[in-house]
């Protein structure tokens, strides 16, 4: 199994959406167009033609005010996702190194990331890789539109890792 990785154009959104469906959500958009505008990169991973993972790294610092008041101006990887049949072949670690790759090219020492309270396997990863845990508990707050149009304000219970890069 080849995997290449490269940022995000537009025309991946299709692909992206077909795969990894968002319906009115419309988040891989929402990530690239923070990529258009330069305040994230949105990362990629291909196999065979299709997009079987991705992530972005937040520039400008964590999402969330509760973690950014504690890490002002560390870079976030965010909405990281391998999809079902492609995990646990190392695409995830992989997504991950190259955004610690891509912030240490910046002259980044410290780079984040949130993984949810119900998340063991995604932590047990992020230790793996040398996150840490920080003592920062939050509520990641996102948008979500219902299949009636609904939009509602999601709040998932959440910790903070980092590591030093």
């Given amino acids: 199994m080849e995997v290449d990785f490269r940022e995000c154009g537009e ?14 959500n419309r988040y ?14 949105f990362l990629i991973a291909w196999s065979g033609g299709i997009p079987v993972g991705s992530g972005e790294i937040l520039w400008e610092g964590p999402r969330e005010p509760a973690v950014a008041a504690v890490f002002p101006g560390c870079p976030e990887i ?27 090219a910046r002259g980044i020492k410290r780079i984040g990331l949130g993984v949810g309270h119900d998340n063991d396997r995604a932590a047990a990863l992020y230790q793996r890789l040398g996150y840490e845990e920080t003592s ?12 009636a149009g609904v939009r509602h304000i999601v709040a998932d219970p959440c910790r903070f890792l980092t590591k030093a890069i």
């Avoid at 891989?28 to 990169?41: L, Q």
């Avoid at 965010?78 to 240490?104: D, F, H, P, T, Y």
């Fill in 78 to 104: 965010n909405g990281l996702l391998v999809l079902e049949r492609w995990q646990c072949r190392g695409i995830g670690s992989q997504l991950i190194r190259l955004a610690e790759g891509r912030a240490g």
């Fill in 28 to 41: 891989h958009e929402v990530r690239y167009r923070r990529h258009a505008d330069g305040v994230s990169t």
């Fill in 136 to 147: 920062v508990d939050y509520d990641d707050h996102y948008p979500w539109i219902d299949e």
């Fill in 11 to 24: 025309a991946d959104l299709v692909l992206l959406e077909d795969v990894a469906p968002t319906g009115a």
